[in-house]
């Protein structure tokens, strides 16, 4: 467990989805635990959830209901990714309105959702979805079921995902992500089967050696939207089971190097990649040019990130 001033910090009733998951993640409370209760009905009323869902129009939707995707990171599929971590259910009303709303808009020819406007998935999109909807209480939908299978279906045979095509990157973790939400006992052979190669994938390159040093991936973030970062590998291949494998000590150490002497971590970035080619493209295209949206100050502890490495770090070695 973290040092008590921390465990206070993260238990503040304040942020009620960071103090639910304290409990639950970190402490081990059972869903029936009465203070787990009382957290979990507050996180819609009160702290990021509650101002995220302030912000949602009656009829489900963030920003504008011609567009779930734009404009970034302000429209219903960056909030609804957000609100995933953030400890809410179908059991809202809100939260389940809103999903349908975005499994429809996103519907694909194969029976899944996450498509474009050809109808069919898109990786990122359809990975990130799969896994937010699972946190939601929808994995056993045969829409987000069929979404598995795809990205199954999808992956490069050698392991790993590519999201435009160019080739298997660290950058396409989204598949992997949504499989490792997906429990053991409902995967099927093949999205086992992508579960493995995808992760020795991951493991071969250690999260974060392809190419040239890449500093966004240094850079911790939060809300994730697309982009990866080493905590956000961690997270996944910890989730698979990976915990004792020695390729990872890299990641780890780079986890608790970022530690702070009070025992917190920095929220490092809200849009991490602002540098090199992305740069590039977005400054000659500036009409796609995202807004960020934050729920903490960049430079400063973060509640967010501080929970998600502690939840690492009791992961691999039960000593925080």
């Known amino acids: 467990m973290p ?29 029936s635990d009465p203070e787990v209760r009382d957290a979990q009905r507050l996180i819609p009323k009160r702290g990021w959830a ?37 400890g809410l259910s179908r059991r809202v009303p809100a939260i389940r309105e809103s999903c349908e709303y ?15 406007s050809s109808g ?20 056993e939908d045969p829409r987000v ?38 429990p053991p006992s409902q995967r099927s052979a093949s999205m086992q089967r992508a579960v493995e190669l995808g992760a020795e994938f991951f493991l071969d ?8 040093r890449y500093a966004p991936w240094y850079r911790f973030h939060f809300p994730v939207h ?6 956000v590998g961690l997270e996944i291949l910890l989730a698979l089971g990976y915990a004792d494998d020695p390729r990872l000590k890299g990641a780890i150490a ?17 849009h991490p990649d602002v540098e090199g080619a992305i740069a590039r493209w977005f400054a000659g295209h500036p009409s796609q040019r995202p807004t960020p949206f934050a729920l903490e100050n960049v430079g400063a502890p973060s509640r967010m990130i501080t929970f998600r490495a502690l939840k690492v770090l009791a992961q691999v070695d039960g000593v925080s």
């Open 254 to 270: 780079l986890v608790r190097s970022k530690r702070r002497s009070d025992g917190r971590w920095n929220l490092d970035a809200v």
């Open 102 to 116: 975005w499994m429809t808009a996103t519907a694909a020819k194969n029976g899944g959702v996450g498509a474009s």
């Open 3 to 31: 040092a008590e001033p921390v465990r206070e910090w993260l238990l503040d009733d304040a942020q009620p989805s960071i103090r639910y998951r304290t409990l639950v993640e970190l402490d081990g409370r059972p869903e």
């Open 120 to 139: 069919n998935p898109h990786h990122c999109v359809a990975g990130n979805m799969a896994r937010a909807l699972i946190r939601f209480g929808y994995g």
């Open 50 to 86: 509650a101002d995220l869902l302030a912000e949602r129009s009656p009829e489900g939707w963030w920003v504008s209901g011609e567009s779930f995707y734009r404009p970034k990171y302000t429209a219903t599929d960056w909030k609804l990714l957000a609100l995933s971590e953030l």
């Open 145 to 182: 079921h069929r979404t598995l299978e795809w990205i199954a279906e999808s992956a490069d045979p050698k392991g790993g995902w590519s999201c435009f095509g160019s080739g298997r990157t660290l950058d396409s973790w989204e598949g992997l992500s949504a499989l490792a939400a997906c």
């Open 226 to 231: 697309y982009y990866y970062d080493v905590l």
């Open 205 to 212: 390159r250690e999260l974060d050696r392809q190419g040239a």
